[in-house]
Every structure is written in structure tokens, then in C-alpha cells.
């Protein structure tokens, strides 16, 4: 929100001598958060400057330039002899006779930037033609600013060359830039930034809403404004809304305000452009910048409608399912049957309420009749239909937050005067249909407020300060009722009004005090083992991201899992970022192959990504979770159906890699990424942990079958799969080919190292080597004929290493020989060769035993 320090100046006793920082920090002080300050940096001459002419010429490098002669009035002497100035431009949106702005030399513009004469294309360039933003004015670069197209024909009549550009656009005040959180709703307007300035500061506050036009329940029409022709003729109105969300209606005020024989052509007057520009906004017409203006005063977001393209009567239904609406965007949009829409009497969608009206009812050049809209939108309505058609505006943005339902008719009244009072209209009818709720008290504890922030508040600042506020407060006692004003409703229970108190006194009063550490057991196992997952995959060369766990249900089709395959089986959102991923993934594998995508698609030809995270695992038949009350405390029982309700998210971990796993270079070519390596990072990973992987081949989606290794525990558990993925998922998943990846089941690490791990004893003595050949047929895993081997050597075996495989006409059809080198090492002695070949022939005798395995 932008706040121009001398608008705020009319409704705060702002000190003449007070600067935007000092205004910034005034509003800092009560929980306000500072984006910036802008303006008041612009030194002259800035002056209007008119195109007397203008010649394009072609550059070398293939630019047009502009050589232009300005007339800048007397500003001009002081370079030449004449009024005029030549000056180099590189846009091309303005035309001989146009009026401009100009900064001459020695002028500055906003950071610093000073303007000098430069000799620039062959030309000796005397300022600059201005931009809006070069000027801070906004974002627009694309051409330079036209006065007679930002402020209208007709405003720029009395202009002259010469003229000071920066009283004329208001660079000279200092706008003060907020953040407003979505709690603060109120502070989206100069009322609400006001107020909290003289809240802050104690100056006198002037409300700029006449909160006295009120009416109560049920449909009123007003009385004839002070001056305003007669009769009044009321404008039907009809409020319904057949689905109200959690128990509120769409809209419970609206006000309906005609005002007939509008001269919409007529310009909006100088002071009104520029408190608009000042504020972000652009001046488009009378109507339009009359409804932006009062907006942005008192933060009711309005809408004129044509009042001639209505059929009688106006109200507010639900869409229809099916129904479309083209809004004034161009957009033809399909409503949801939870939008809430503003219809005219032939129940014809005129607008998506609080969000966009509609492009039927467009004022238009011919238009002389308008109905104002001043009407107060449910907040989750109308954010749930911003959202819904991804459309965010400034009234959507406002009602979101929560509108002041008692600033409607004053905003109808003040958009109706200054249409009256600019466009030669009449005011001709009111209809105000108030079906709100009135507001309930919160019964508030005074010495609450000291108990939740440690300092001592004293009952009478208590009162004082939720006095200022605006709140009614009754009672003499300790607890008092509090009654919080209409524009501001997220004031619901006491540490809503705590916080209030705090930030009111100053959140730099309460002293910053560190609690002392506890001592405690340190990390937990499972912590320690995610740890240890995640650091030797770094150390292995792999990078750690993180990604969103959303997916589309096609990416499973993709993927290659068969249609049975419990992947499938996810749980969709209720509210997804994105309809294109409503879905939980239920592999890490599923978000990281895309990561990997778009690291390679942006040029990282060699990637190695791992991620640990979270999937979800729903049992067959998932359970529906109750949805308890809000009134109590659910009891255990309802709590454990709700916990059950969730269903089982193991931790995994996955990678995936691409391209060449070793750099070539002088000392040798490259070596690609293959499956070997998908296979030695999740055993490097399990050695890390104390653990021993049986390495088995499988068929598993989305792996290669003949390049996919299951890796399971000594027990048989499986842990997971990695290898390389499957030639059709690498095209479906737009990946190079021969991409690898893998996947281990973490919480089934966790569990298989919770006892200590003991280490054992180095020996000092040699070790002893002796190789074996072992001929097996070839459906005999080479991980079987290892465990084997392990199991008949004994304890004193040190290590097992396959060194060789070999088919050919020395072995059987449909057989391999496999050559392993086995290293024993006793812990007390220097083994012998009689001992090592004892050792060595139980080793065989058991694979033979186990897997039928024939010695060479």
C-alpha cells in the first residue's frame, strides 16, 4: 500500500517538518512492516516540454533513434539562445505537437541519477525524455510518458512548456510504501494508514468517512442527500445466496446508488490523477478513477455498472454449474458453483462479486447513466473465487482482508458527491439492504495482557489502548466487555486484544530474554541415521534439493507402474496449489526425476540429486477422519480416529543421475553414469550404517528388468531398487538416456540399526588371498552365491570380491562361471596355507549346498 505523505497529511496532524522516514517509523512502531520509500529525490529542472519535431534515424546496430526539437520554455536559456532543446529518445510512442516530460541537465532523477549534456549517436543530446519509470511513477519502460494520454485531453489544455513537471505529477512528496498482513486488512487505505499514524503518535485523527449514513437491519431506503433533486427512486435489490460458506452469506449489505446524466467523458480533475499515480494507480475515467479514489480512501472497493444495460434490478446469487462470465479483462471465464455473482433483473451474470465485473455491463463512451455498487463481500468467498480464476485485484485484495461494513454508505455517498460534483449528474435513488449480523462483545480479562507478555500493563492503559483503537469497552471490574470496531475483524478473543495492547505500547519494549537450554539426550536415533543418509550421499558427489510432494495423476503412466501396482494408490488434495498435481506422491522418485529434468533442461549436463522426504503409504481401505466440533475439546477417542485417519507417511530416500559419472581430460576418457553406480550409493549408504545390502536382480517399474537390483537386508527385507530407468520412462520423462536412479525405504534403516553397533578389533597380521571359480546356472544370483560363500568361510573371512564373470564354451549352456577373491585375516596369528585352504573348501562346499554351485 502506498501512502503519499501529503495526503496523509489532510487526514493526521502529520508535523509540517516530518519526513517520509519519519512517517515510515511511526508506522513501523505499530506493527506496520516498511517496503520503501519513494519520491521527493527528483531535483529539476523537470519541466513539460512539447515535440516540435521528430526524425528517425536507423542505427549501424540496427536501433531506430529518435532526433528530436523540444520546446521547453524558458528552462532552455540557459543552455542556448532559444526555447528549444535537442534531445536523443529511443521510443517511439509520441508524435510531433505532443506535450512531454523533460529533465534537463543538471536535473536528477529517483537513485541518484544525474542528468548532464552527452554527445550519444552522433548528436549532442541537451536531457532526457522521461519514462514513468525513470520517474518512479511505475514499471512502464516501453515508451515515454504523454501528458495529454496520463492525464487526459482536457486536463492538459492549460499546460505550457516550461511548466513544473514535478508539481504537476507530484514527484516532490515523499509516498511511504507498507506491507499490509493479511490480519490488517484495514491499513489497504490512507483511513487505516491515518489511524494508525495518529495511533503511534498521538496526533488528532479526522476521519474521513461519515459513519453517521447508516441504516439497520433489513432493506431502508436513505434519505435525499443535502441538495440532491427529487424523487428519489429506490433501485431494486435482491440478495440470494442458496450455499452460504461455513454458515455466512456471500454478501450481507449491499448498497445500490443511481446517479443519471453523467458526462463519463468529462476528465477527472488534476488532484484526483495525481493522488491515483501517487498510490500505483492509473488514471483511465471519470467513473472509473471516482470509484479507484474512494477506494483507495476508505478501502470500500466499488463498481459502476451502466445502469441502461440492466434489466430493472440487481442482486447476488451463486453461479450455476456450467454458467460462464466474460469479465472486463476479456476473459471468458467458467464459474464454480461456489462463486458468488452480482445479476441484474433477468438473473444475467453482471459480475464475480468482489473480484471483476463483468464486460456486459462495461461503462462505456456513451454511457450517461451509472448504478454505484457499494456492497460488503464475504472474505472467504470472494478469496476463494480470486484464487479459483487466478485473479487478483485490488477489490479482491480488500474484501479478502474484510471490508468495514459500516464505511458502505459513506463510500456510495462520497462516489456519488464526486460524480455529481465532476460529471454534471443527479443523484436518483439509494437502496440500502443491510442483513448483518450484529457484532458480539468478547468478555476480556485486563490483567490478560501481562500474564501473556511479562510486562506489566496496568488496567488503565489496558482500556486507554483498546479505547484508541477504536473498541468499546464497558465495566468497571477486572474483566471488561470489549466491543471491536467494524473495521477490524479479526479482533475475536483476548490474545487477539493482547496483542493489540503490545504493539500499541511497542514491541521494542518487550525485552528480548533467551530461555535456558535444557539439557537433553541429544539427537534421537532416528535423527542421527537421516543424518548419516543424507551427508554420505554428499560425500559420494550427489547435491541435496527439496521438492514439492504434489503430482499429477499421469505421471504414474509415465512412470511405467502397472495399474495394480499400490504407487497408484495416493490421496488426492482437497485444495492443491496446482490442479495439474493434486496428488501425494508415493515415491521421492516421483518429484525428483522432474527436479533432475530441469536442471539438465537448463544446462547442467552432469547432475546427481538426491532428496530425503516424506511419502504417503494409504492402507486399502482408508478410513474417513470425523470432523469434531469446535465448541470442546475433542475427547482421546475422536482423536485416535483422527490420527488413524492419516495415513502411514514413511521417510525415503532417492536419487537419480545423468551424464558422465568421472570427468575425461588428459588423463583419459570419460566414464558414463551406469547402473554399478545407482547400486554402490545405496550400499556406500548402508555401509555408513553398519549394514550389509544382498544385491539381487528384479523387475520393478520404473527400472530397466535387466539393469534393476533389489536391495534387501540378511533377513530378506527389501530396503529398495536403484539402476538405471527404463529407455520409455527416460522419453516419457524427457531425461537422456541411460539415466539412473534409486530409492531406499529410510525408516526400514532406522529399525535395523537400533542396536549398537560393535566394531571390531584391526589385526596387525597379514591377510591371506585365495581365488575360486564357481560355475552356476544363470538364474543363480551372484548376491546368493556371496552370502554363501560368507556364511561356510567363517569368521575369519575379511572380505569377498566377484573379480570375474565368464560365459563360453568352457561352461555349460545357460550357465556362468563366477570368480571371487576371498581374503581371510586371523586377529591373534599369521595364517597358513593349509588353513586358508580348509576355510576356502567350506566356503565352496556351502555354495555348492545353497545354490548348487560347481568349483572349477
Not at 500505483?280 to 479514489?293: C, F, K, Q
Not at 501473556?452 to 488496567?459: A, H, K, Q, S
Not at 494409504?618 to 492419516?646: K, M, N, W
Not at 577373491?821 to 599369521?830: I, M, S, V
Amino acid at each position: 500500500m502506498h501512502a503519499p505523505v501529503s495526503w496523509l497529511r489532510e487526514l493526521a496532524d502529520v508535523p509540517a517538518d516530518a519526513t517520509g522516514a519519519d512517517v515510515a517509523a511511526a508506522l513501523v512502531r505499530v506493527g506496520l512492516e516498511e517496503e520503501g520509500l519513494h519520491g521527493g529525490d527528483v531535483r529539476g529542472p523537470l519541466v513539460v516540454g512539447r515535440v516540435l519535431e521528430a526524425t528517425d534515424e536507423p542505427q549501424r546496430n540496427g536501433k531506430v533513434i529518435r532526433w528530436c526539437s523540444v520546446d521547453v520554455g524558458q528552462n532552455g536559456q540557459m543552455l542556448t539562445e532559444g526555447r528549444h532543446q535537442e534531445i536523443v529518445c529511443g521510443a517511439h510512442n509520441f508524435a510531433v505537437g505532443d506535450l512531454v516530460v523533460c529533465v534537463l541537465p543538471g536535473g536528477v532523477l529517483p537513485g541518484g541519477f544525474e542528468i548532464g549534456a552527452r554527445k550519444t549517436y552522433g548528436h549532442l543530446s541537451n536531457g532526457m525524455i522521461c519514462s514513468a519509470r525513470e520517474l518512479g511513477l511505475g514499471d512502464d519502460h516501453e515508451g515515454i510518458i504523454v501528458l495529454q494520454e496520463l492525464l487526459g485531453g482536457q486536463a492538459t489544455v492549460d499546460l505550457k512548456p516550461g511548466d513544473d513537471a514535478i508539481a504537476l505529477l507530484g514527484l516532490g512528496d515523499e509516498v511511504v510504501e507498507v506491507n499490509v498482513t493479511p490480519d490488517r486488512g484495514y491499513c489497504l487505505s490512507l483511513r487505516g494508514i491515518a489511524r494508525e499514524y495518529a495511533l503511534s503518535t498521538g496526533v488528532a485523527f479526522r476521519d474521513p468517512a461519515d459513519l453517521s449514513v447508516r441504516t439497520g437491519e433489513g432493506t431502508r431506503v436513505a434519505e435525499p442527500p443535502v441538495g440532491a433533486q427529487s424523487p428519489v427512486r429506490p433501485y431494486a435489490v435482491h440478495l440470494r445466496d442458496q450455499a452460504p460458506l461455513a454458515g455466512r452469506a456471500g454478501c450481507d449489505r449491499y448498497i445500490a446508488r443511481v446517479v443519471r446524466g453523467v458526462d463519463v467523458g468529462a476528465a477527472s480533475p488534476a488532484w484526483m490523477q495525481k493522488r491515483l499515480t501517487q498510490v500505483g494507480m492509473r488514471p483511465i475515467s471519470l467513473a472509473v478513477d471516482v470509484t479507484n479514489y474512494v477506494m483507495m480512501l476508505l478501502g470500500q472497493p466499488l463498481h459502476a455498472f451502466d445502469l441502461d444495460t440492466l434489466s430493472g434490478s440487481v442482486g447476488t446469487r451463486r453461479a450455476r454449474p456450467g454458467e460462464r462470465l466474460t469479465t472486463l479483462d476479456g476473459v471468458e471465464r467458467r464459474l464454480d458453483p461456489e462463486d458468488l455473482l452480482v445479476v441484474d433483473g433477468s438473473d444475467t451474470p453482471l459480475a464475480v462479486a468482489g473480484v471483476m465485473g463483468g464486460a456486459s455491463s462495461e461503462v462505456s463512451a456513451s454511457t450517461t447513466n451509472l448504478l454505484i455498487e457499494a456492497a460488503h463481500f464475504d472474505p472467504v468467498s470472494v478469496a476463494r473465487s480470486a484464487r479459483r480464476h487466478r485473479l487478483s485485484t485490488e477489490a479482491s485484495r480488500r474484501f479478502e482482508r474484510g471490508v468495514d461494513p459500516d464505511v458502505t454508505a459513506a463510500a456510495a455517498q462520497l462516489a456519488v458527491d464526486l460524480l455529481v460534483g465532476l460529471g454534471g449528474g443527479t443523484a436518483d435513488g439509494v437502496t440500502d439492504v443491510d442483513h448483518r449480523v450484529p457484532r458480539e462483545p468478547v468478555d476480556f480479562d485486563t490483567q490478560l495482557p501481562t500474564r501473556y507478555v511479562g510486562l506489566e500493563y496496568p488496567r488503565d492503559e489496558v482500556v486507554t489502548t483498546l479505547r484508541a483503537i477504536g473498541c468499546e469497552v464497558g465495566g468497571d471490574g477486572r474483566v471488561v466487555s470489549v466491543l471491536p470496531p467494524s473495521w477490524r475483524p479479526d479482533l475475536l478473543d483476548g490474545p487477539d486484544l493482547v496483542e493489540e495492547v503490545a504493539r500499541v505500547r511497542g514491541y521494542d519494549q518487550i525485552p528480548s530474554a533467551v530461555p535456558p537450554g535444557l539439557a537433553g539426550a541429544g539427537l534421537t536415533h532416528g535423527q542421527r541415521v537421516r543424518r548419516l543418509v543424507a551427508t554420505t550421499l554428499a560425500q559420494q558427489g550427489l547435491v541435496e534439493v527439496l521438492t514439492y510432494p504434489f503430482v499429477g495423476p499421469e505421471l504414474f503412466d509415465r512412470l511405467g507402474y502397472p495399474a495394480d501396482d499400490p504407487r497408484r494408490r495416493t490421496v488426492r488434495l482437497g485444495n492443491p496449489l496446482s490442479e495439474e498435481a493434486p496428488l501425494m506422491r508415493t515415491s521421492v522418485l516421483d518429484t525428483l526425476v522432474e527436479a533432475l529434468r530441469r536442471n539438465v533442461a537448463r544446462g547442467t549436463r552432469d547432475c546427481a540429486l538426491y532428496e530425503l522426504g516424506l511419502v504417503v503409504a494409504p492402507r486399502e481401505e482408508q478410513p474417513a477422519a470425523p470432523v469434531p466440533g469446535i465448541d470442546d475439546r475433542p475427547d482421546d477417542e475422536t482423536l485416535r480416529l483422527v490420527l488413524h485417519a492419516v495415513p502411514p507417511q514413511p521417510r525415503h530416500v532417492a536419487f537419480a543421475a545423468t551424464g558422465d559419472a568421472e570427468a575425461g581430460g588428459p588423463w583419459g576418457a570419460a566414464r558414463p553414469v551406469d547402473a554399478a553406480d545407482a547400486v554402490a550409493w545405496a550400499r556406500g549408504v548402508a555401509r555408513a550404517l553398519g549394514l550389509d545390502l544382498v544385491v539381487s536382480a528384479a523387475d520393478r517399474a520404473p527400472w530397466h528388468p535387466g539393469r534393476c537390483a533389489r536391495l534387501a537386508l540378511a533377513d530378506g527385507t527389501t530396503v529398495g531398487h536403484a539402476g538405471e530407468l527404463h529407455p520409455k520412462v527416460t522419453a516419457a520423462l524427457e531425461l537422456p538416456a541411460r539415466t539412473v536412479a534409486g530409492e531406499l525405504d529410510v525408516d526400514v534403516l532406522v529399525a535395523a540399526t537400533g542396536s549398537p553397533v560393535h566394531a571390531r578389533p584391526l589385526s596387525t597380521y597379514p591377510p591371506a588371498h585365495t581365488d575360486v571359480a564357481l560355475v552356476v546356472p544363470e538364474e543363480v544370483p551372484a548376491a546368493a552365491v556371496e552370502a554363501a560363500l560368507r556364511e561356510g568361510a567363517g569368521g575369519s573371512l575379511e572380505s569377498v570380491v566377484l573379480f570375474d564373470l565368464y560365459r563360453g564354451d568352457q561352461v555349460p549352456a545357460a550357465h556362468r562361471s563366477l570368480a571371487y577373491r576371498l581374503t581371510f585375516r586371523a586377529d591373534d596369528r599369521t595364517m597358513t596355507t593349509d588353513e586358508v585352504s580348509a576355510l576356502r573348501d567350506r566356503a565352496v562346499a556351502a555354495a555348492a549346498r545353497a545354490t548348487g554351485a560347481v568349483q572349477r
